[in-house]
């Protein structure tokens, strides 16, 4: 593969070169980003000096032994990214890609509360049928920061179980699944069908929320039963509940497949919630811009098939 020629005297800036800027602004080096859109590092070399005449700065600078971005070049990072998403509006790709011939990253953001499963189905259908792709899952953040990441594209796609979404954004339901309670084996509230009652007096574990003073969404559903607990231990990550509550008498709520997940793992006991109450949804959000996206549009479809895969998995 090789670069347009874009002479020192061509001073027009096309989408050979945002594309240039973009992964020499993400790699911070020439090698690297020359590697990572498969041309060759005197080409990519050339582009860079073109970009240093068009913005007037250096944007890469050599500090001991590595380069680093420049201020300039680090503010220049999210509107070229945007500018890029944005231009994919402009374009209908005719028909299916080929996953083999794509080459380049898939950016997830999500949070820890689907089984590791799932994420292991996602990782073996891209090396699989994707070889020169990568994936990279990243954390929510703030209950609306996702939807920036999406409009800057940060992020090409989020999982998620809040309900708001702006109208700029698709989504797809990817699982629903009941809400239970997580508990050590032998816990007093194992031995026989627990009751709302018990549920509040119990100590709880939680994930942290999402936006402080909210709550978190199952905070939001006990709060439509009339119901408040006390929580005696936050976690942003759900991956130390299980020990947690192998060691503790604390009650976990969540989704029966994260709930089994960790019963596989702990001596735990799943106990049905003493109540009715809305299941867990989750979504898969996009944003308009890479709706017609055909490297997307496979991807969503791998994440639904996986999630599929998982709702209909034997129990075990």
């Given at each position: 593969?090789?670069?347009?020629?874009?002479?020192?005297?061509?001073?027009?800036?096309?989408?050979?070169?945002?594309?240039?800027?973009?992964?020499?602004?993400?790699?911070?080096?020439?090698?690297?980003?020359?590697?990572?859109?498969?041309?060759?590092?005197?080409?990519?070399?050339?582009?860079?000096?073109?970009?240093?005449?068009?913005?007037?700065?250096?944007?890469?600078?050599?500090?001991?032994?590595?380069?680093?971005?420049?201020?300039?070049?680090?503010?220049?990072?999210?509107?070229?990214?945007?500018?890029?998403?944005?231009?994919?509006?402009?374009?209908?790709?005719?028909?299916?890609?080929?996953?083999?011939?794509?080459?380049?990253?898939?950016?997830?953001a999500t949070y820890d509360f689907l089984p590791r499963q799932f994420f292991a189905d996602i990782a073996e259908r891209v090396a699989r049928q994707a070889p020169e792709c990568d994936v990279v899952i990243r954390g929510l953040g703030s209950r609306f920061e996702h939807y920036r990441q999406l409009a800057d594209g940060e992020v090409d796609m989020v999982i998620t179980i809040w309900p708001?979404?702006?109208?700029?954004?698709?989504?797809?339901?990817?699982?629903?699944?009941?809400?239970?309670?997580?508990?050590?084996?032998?816990?007093?509230?194992?031995?026989?069908?627990?009751?709302?009652?018990?549920?509040?007096?119990?100590?709880?574990?939680?994930?942290?929320?999402?936006?402080?003073?909210?709550?978190?969404?199952?905070?939001?559903?006990?709060?439509?039963?009339?119901?408040?607990?006390?929580?005696?231990?936050?976690?942003?990550?759900?991956?130390?509940?299980?020990?947690?509550?192998?060691?503790?008498?604390?009650?976990?709520?969540?989704?029966?497949?994260?709930?089994?997940?960790?019963?596989?793992?702990?001596?735990?006991?799943?106990?049905?919630?003493?109540?009715?109450?809305?299941?867990?949804?989750?979504?898969?959000?996009?944003?308009?811009?890479?709706?017609?996206?055909?490297?997307?549009?496979?991807?969503?479809?791998?994440?639904?098939?996986?999630?599929?895969?998982?709702?209909?998995?034997?129990?075990?």
């Amino acid at each position: 593969m090789s670069l347009p020629d874009t002479g020192e005297h061509d001073r027009r800036l096309d989408e050979s070169l945002l594309r240039s800027l973009h992964v020499l602004l993400s790699e911070a080096s020439v090698s690297q980003a020359a590697a990572r859109l498969g041309v060759a590092q005197s080409a990519l070399s050339r582009h860079l000096k073109v970009l240093r005449q068009l913005t007037g700065d250096e944007l890469l600078v050599r500090v001991g032994n590595r380069m680093v971005l420049t201020e300039r070049a680090q503010a220049l990072a999210v509107p070229t990214r945007r500018i890029l998403a944005d231009m994919s509006l402009l374009t209908a790709e005719a028909g299916p890609v080929e996953p083999r011939e794509l080459r380049q990253s898939f950016r997830i953001a999500t949070y820890d509360f689907l089984p590791r499963q799932f994420f292991a189905d996602i990782a073996e259908r891209v090396a699989r049928q994707a070889p020169e792709c990568d994936v990279v899952i990243r954390g929510l953040g703030s209950r609306f920061e996702h939807y920036r990441q999406l409009a800057d594209g940060e992020v090409d796609m989020v999982i998620t179980i809040w309900p708001e979404l702006p109208g700029h954004l698709r989504a797809a339901s990817l699982l629903t699944e009941p809400m239970v309670c997580l508990v050590r084996e032998g816990h007093p509230l194992a031995r026989a069908p627990m009751t709302l009652d018990d549920y509040r007096r119990a100590r709880h574990l939680s994930s942290l929320e999402h936006v402080p003073g909210q709550g978190t969404i199952i905070d939001a559903q006990l709060a439509e039963l009339g119901v408040s607990v006390h929580t005696a231990m936050h976690t942003q990550f759900l991956g130390m509940a299980p020990a947690i509550l192998a060691r503790t008498d604390l009650v976990f709520t969540t989704g029966r497949l994260l709930a089994e997940d960790f019963a596989r793992q702990y001596p735990l006991a799943i106990v049905p919630f003493p109540a009715k109450i809305k299941p867990h949804r989750y979504r898969l959000v996009w944003h308009e811009r890479t709706h017609k996206n055909q490297a997307m549009r496979w991807l969503r479809g791998e994440l639904t098939a996986a999630a599929r895969e998982l709702a209909h998995r034997p129990r075990s």
